[in-house]
């Protein structure tokens, strides 16, 4: 009876010894892709050229990160590629940035789009820290906001100023508010949705920041926080 029992634990211990290195290799695969996230929205969000006037996505499955949105200037798409490439663990990256064409006019409703927004004062919180979190894309006098606000209100509020600015021949808002109902949702413990809950948002880009106009020392969720969904991540940078 006793080599009976013995023969049992030591074929448990074998089944053991095979399930816990997956599950250790899961975990380091999880820790791996949310080093990543963290480390391509922090090399994206502090490119020297990134301004309000640009706007960058990416994906990362696995190893690979792909680069998508608009920017103004070319330089600002072959850094952002440089930047990610030089990230330990980023084996490839695929660079879908468009660069936005030249245009005097788009340039006049870029500036006239700031303005109208910016001047407004319940939005002027909004215009702290180097990029704004309002985005302003301008192309063929099409103008689209993306990135984050506080409220309904005030992306309501922004995407009126915006349509106003003489030249735009169409208003694309595309911000997301932080209100129950729309855009971010707010749960017990800090867990956060988008939507109907379709994709969560990692607990590991919680990050400070103070350009919402709210206590520095208050943890806020930015749209551009890691998007995990099925061991991919899929970020927005403001």
Same mark, same amino acid.
């Given at each position: 009876?006793?080599?009976?029992?013995?023969?049992?634990?030591?074929?448990?211990?074998?089944?053991?010894?095979?399930?816990?290195?997956?599950?250790?290799?899961?975990?380091?695969?999880? *820790?791996?892709?949310? &080093?990543? +996230?963290?480390?391509?929205?922090?090399?994206?969000?502090?490119?020297?050229?990134? &301004?309000?006037?640009?706007?960058?996505?990416?994906?990362?499955?696995?190893?690979?990160?792909?680069?998508?949105?608009?920017?103004?200037?070319?330089?600002?798409?072959?850094? +952002?590629?440089?930047?990610?490439?030089?990230?330990?663990?980023?084996?490839?990256?695929?660079?879908?940035?468009?660069?936005?064409?030249?245009?005097?006019?788009?340039?006049?409703?870029?500036?006239?789009?700031?303005?109208?927004?910016?001047?407004?004062?319940?939005?002027?919180?909004?215009?702290?820290?180097?990029?704004?979190?309002?985005?302003?894309?301008?192309?063929?006098?099409?103008?689209?906001?993306?990135?984050?606000?506080?409220?309904? *209100?005030?992306?309501?509020?922004? *995407?009126?100023?915006?349509?106003?600015?003489? *030249?735009?021949?169409?208003?694309?808002?595309?911000?997301?508010?932080?209100?129950?109902?729309?855009?971010?949702? +707010?749960?017990?413990?800090?867990?956060?949705?988008?939507?109907?809950?379709?994709?969560?948002?990692?607990?590991?880009?919680?990050?400070?920041?103070?350009?919402?106009? &709210?206590?520095?020392?208050?943890?806020?969720?930015?749209?551009?926080?890691?998007?995990?969904?099925?061991?991919?991540?899929?970020?927005?940078?403001?």
């Amino acid at each position: 009876m006793c080599h009976r029992l013995l023969r049992r634990l030591l074929l448990v211990a074998a089944c053991c010894s095979l399930v816990w290195p997956t599950a250790t290799a899961l975990d380091a695969e999880d *820790g791996s892709a949310s &080093r990543i +996230a963290r480390e391509v929205r922090h090399e994206l969000v502090t490119l020297p050229g990134y &301004r309000v006037f640009d706007y960058l996505t990416y994906h990362i499955d696995g190893s690979k990160v792909t680069l998508f949105g608009q920017v103004t200037r070319p330089p600002v798409k072959s850094d +952002a590629e440089k930047a990610v490439q030089r990230i330990e663990g980023v084996s490839s990256v695929d660079n879908q940035i468009e660069v936005l064409p030249v245009s005097k006019l788009d340039d006049h409703i870029r500036f006239g789009v700031y303005h109208a927004i910016y001047s407004k004062p319940s939005l002027q919180r909004y215009q702290m820290g180097a990029v704004p979190p309002i985005h302003i894309i301008v192309k063929n006098h099409d103008v689209t906001l993306e990135g984050m606000v506080n409220s309904v *209100g005030d992306k309501d509020l922004a *995407g009126l100023a915006a349509n106003g600015v003489p *030249g735009v021949s169409k208003l694309t808002n595309n911000l997301i508010p932080f209100s129950n109902g729309s855009g971010i949702l +707010a749960g017990p413990g800090g867990s956060t949705s988008i939507g109907e809950g379709q994709i969560e948002v990692a607990e590991s880009d919680l990050v400070f920041d103070p350009r919402l106009g &709210r206590n520095q020392h208050q943890q806020h969720r930015l749209l551009s926080g890691s998007f995990f969904l099925r061991r991919h991540w899929h970020t927005c940078i403001s």
